[in-house]
């Protein structure tokens, strides 16, 4: 009899284990789930940039949504665009949607399940339907801060969301709101650095006639070559910077600047004060600190022997690289009161002597690459 209520008493508590062991195992997967779902949301915070294009950062939110709620099937997400609607994400989705544009019947201003939403709120859906999966039930997320921005649209194979998710979608809706928002204040910045910058051009071209028109042809140069070579991020920086690499001219006497004998050894000097000049100038106006570096380094040299740092190689950023390679041929290229233009092959020619010592050889070579490419010469 002692045994068989020993043998009770083991069951028992053998019961309580395994019930325990369920409960533990239930806790760790909704710790790991609710783990999965923090570095998610991190990933997508911390992927907040400008360098990141918009359709690549929508791509991902709508691939977390589709990760993280079983419900989601398909989705897409629409851009605000004076009264209609871009697609700039898709997924399940015919590809070819991007092509198109949504035209809403109404606005909808708070998280909505709505039925065959694209047949009953789109009013082109006559153009687009071919390519819309057969969708019942959409939750259309509205992206706004101060306006609205656009949607996001999530195609349900069942609606019965868990508060977590509901949260989930909340969350990640703010997300791609302040996005947005971040995308438009930088959009607003970058007009405003290129109007600072055409003002300055305007000072420099009236202090400084025989250079007027310099500038803009050193930012198409520079630009193109840095096209050239795919380095589309740092375009921005390099438009600016050659707008504005001689503004540091500004601080050097006009007797000096315009002067059509040789310089003598101090006017020299004074010349080469330029590069620090602009550099202080431009980092007057938060925002330019960036360009105010590539400013000051576009007199250095490949060898070592330039100004005002005496930077050689790779330690010379390549946004200045680039506009010293801009500089020089547009100089060499347009007359000056102390010489002629130098015709396009021989400035060629010029550029490739100064390779490995006045300028990086293979940025050199990428130039001249661009020059042939754009007919700027018949052959090299």
């Not at 194979?157 to 997300?175: A, P």
């Not at 010379?316 to 290229?333: G, K, Q």
Request: glycine letters at 4%; a neutral charge; charged letters at 30%.
């Amino acid at each position: 009899m002692n045994y068989e209520k020993k043998y009770e008493e083991l069951r028992m508590l053998k019961e309580e284990l395994e019930d325990a062991y369920e409960q533990l195992e239930y806790s760790y997967k909704e710790l790991e789930e609710l783990n999965n779902r923090f570095v998610k949301v991190v990933d997508l915070i911390s992927n907040i940039s400008i360098d990141v294009s918009m359709e690549k950062y929508f791509n991902k939110i709508l691939s977390v949504f589709v990760e993280l709620l079983p419900e989601v099937k398909y989705g897409c997400i629409l851009k605000k665009e004076d009264d209609v609607f871009r697609f700039i994400s898709i997924f399940g989705h015919s590809k070819k949607l991007y092509y198109n544009i949504a035209i809403l019947k109404e606005k909808i201003d708070e998280i909505k399940l709505i039925e065959n939403f694209y047949y009953n709120n789109i009013k082109n859906i006559n153009v687009i339907k071919d390519k819309i999966m057969n969708v019942e039930k959409s939750l259309v997320i509205p992206i706004k801060t101060f306006t609205l921005h656009g949607y996001i649209i999530l195609d349900l194979v069942k609606n019965n969301f868990k508060q977590h998710q509901i949260e989930l979608i909340r969350v990640i809706s703010n997300i791609a709101s302040t996005f947005f928002m971040s995308r438009e204040l930088y959009n607003k910045q970058k007009k405003y650095l290129k109007n600072t910058a055409f003002a300055f051009l305007k000072a420099i071209d009236y202090y400084d006639p025989y250079t007027k028109g310099h500038s803009e042809r050193v930012s198409y140069y520079a630009t193109s070559l840095a096209k050239t070579i795919g380095k589309e991020n740092i375009i921005n920086d390099i438009f600016l910077a050659s707008a504005l690499h001689d503004i540091g001219k500004l601080s050097i006497p006009q007797t000096i600047l315009l002067k059509k004998e040789k310089l003598t050894k101090e006017e020299y000097e004074k010349i080469k004060e330029h590069p620090i000049k602009g550099e202080e100038l431009v980092n007057s106006f938060e925002g330019f600190e960036r360009i105010g570096k590539i400013i000051r380094h576009h007199h250095e040299r490949w060898d070592g022997k330039g100004y005002p740092d005496g930077l050689n190689g790779e330690e010379i950023p390549l946004e200045s690289r680039i506009i010293t390679i801009a500089d020089a041929f547009d100089a060499i290229t347009t007359t000056r009161p102390y010489r002629k233009a130098f015709a396009i092959n021989e400035a060629i020619s010029e550029l490739r002597r100064s390779k490995g010592k006045q300028f990086d050889p293979y940025l050199t070579e990428e130039f001249i690459k661009f020059l042939k490419i754009n007919s700027f010469l018949e052959e090299v």
